[in-house]
Nanobody, 123 residues
Framework: QVQLVESGGGLVQAGGSLRLSCAAS????????IAWFRQAPGKERELVAA????????YYADSVKDRFTLSRDNLKNTVLLQMNSLKPEDTAVYYC????????????????WGQGTLVTVSS
């Protein structure tokens, strides 16, 4: 089992920054890929960024490339999503998810989810 807890969401003006945190706990966290998905009202949940925990492979959606950055703190079992130059279209509930080994683009492949954190970007 892997438990995930997100934090760091909030209200920010366009052009601003936020940093989301995903704290993971479990027996074999080092074997899990961690991904950030987001879901805006009336839209499908989409993959934003992902990190294969042990291999270092990283993915970013085109819509967030050069604005969002993933990093990890192995000692704290935490993955951070630094979000810069935020846009109103980034407004969504952001979810942290985990699966064994490598990341996947499909949300159906992730068996562990956090509760979500709301990011609101005002224009």
């Amino acid at each position: 089992q892997v438990q995930l807890v997100e934090s760091g969401g909030g209200l920010v003006q366009a052009g601003g920054s936020l940093r989301l945190s995903c704290a993971a706990s479990g027996r074999t966290v080092s074997s899990y890929a961690i991904a950030w998905f987001r879901q805006a009202p009336g839209k499908e949940r989409e993959l934003v960024a992902a990190l294969s925990w042990s291999g270092g492979s990283t993915y970013y959606a085109d819509s967030v490339k050069d604005r969002f950055t993933l990093s990890r703190d192995n000692l704290k079992n935490t993955v951070l999503l630094q979000m810069n130059s935020l846009k109103p279209e980034d407004t969504a509930v952001y979810y942290c998810a985990a699966r064994l080994n490598n990341w996947s683009p499909s949300r159906l492949d992730y068996g562990f989810w956090g509760q979500g954190t709301l990011v609101t970007v005002s224009s």
